[in-house]
């Protein structure tokens, strides 16, 4: 059974940092291009960031570049998010998402999802 | 970016519906399209990927199509499991955009 579960949500100040990780089990990580989603009442469902599944090509939403950095470690089968400078329009719940397709050059559709972990940017 | 325009937002439904949701494009998306189902407090769902292939163990009730820049997920009978909000997401460029949400309630 495929399984993510991300963590290192919280409350962080605006300019602040955290990092979010993303556990997975039940599938063949290293085989995988891997995503952050974030949801928002306000904004719905949004696309941040995803890595080719050896970590050779990232990805990422334009309001984001410069201040998150995707990363990966195979070994571990996690993902992880750095979000620096945070802003109150971060604030959300993060979900990591796998990707569909085996190996592949181009990344598709996210078929497994974790259960997110809320980031709030408040002082 | 490619805009991804659901309508309706909010449908009323019964049990036993057919229930229509459409999904436009900004531009054409060939068929990288797939929809996906979110309940409160949970993670979404995929239920349809390619514009009309259904996941694996998603009900038949459910069903995806279109192409280019117009595609549509009907739910031929709705059942008591299916209230919930609805998204539809393109893959086709970057940035991946979603739709704004169909929240199915109850009439």
């Known amino acids: 059974e495929v399984q993510l579960v991300e963590s290192g949500g919280g409350l962080v100040q605006p300019g602040g940092s955290l990092r979010l990780s993303c556990a997975t089990s039940g599938f063949t990580f290293s085989a995988y291009w891997m995503n952050w989603v974030r949801q928002t009442p306000g904004k719905g469902l949004e696309w941040v960031a995803n890595?080719?599944?050896?970590?050779?090509?990232?990805y990422y939403l334009d309001s984001v570049k410069g201040r998150f950095t995707i990363s990966r470690d195979n070994t571990e089968n996690s993902v992880y998010l750095q979000m620096n400078s945070l802003r109150a329009d971060d604030t959300a719940v993060y979900y990591c998402a796998k990707d569909s397709a085996w190996n592949s050059a181009w990344p598709h559709y996210f078929d497994n999802w974790g259960q997110g972990t809320l980031v709030t940017v408040s002082s | 970016d490619i805009q991804m325009t659901q309508s309706p937002s909010t449908l009323s439904a019964s049990i036993g519906d057919r229930v229509t949701i459409t999904c436009r494009a900004s531009q054409s998306i060939s068929n990288w399209l797939a929809w996906y189902q979110q309940k409160p407090g949970k993670a979404p769902n995929l239920l349809i990927y390619?514009?009309?292939t259904l996941e694996s163990g998603v009900p038949s009730r459910f069903s995806g199509s279109g192409f280019g820049t117009e595609f549509t997920l009907t739910i031929s009978s709705l059942q008591p499991g299916d209230f919930a909000t609805y998204y539809c997401q393109q893959y086709s460029d970057y940035p991946r955009t979603f739709g704004q949400g169909t929240k199915v309630e109850t009439k």
């Open positions: 390619k514009a009309s």
């Open positions: 890595i080719k599944h050896d970590g050779t090509e990232k």
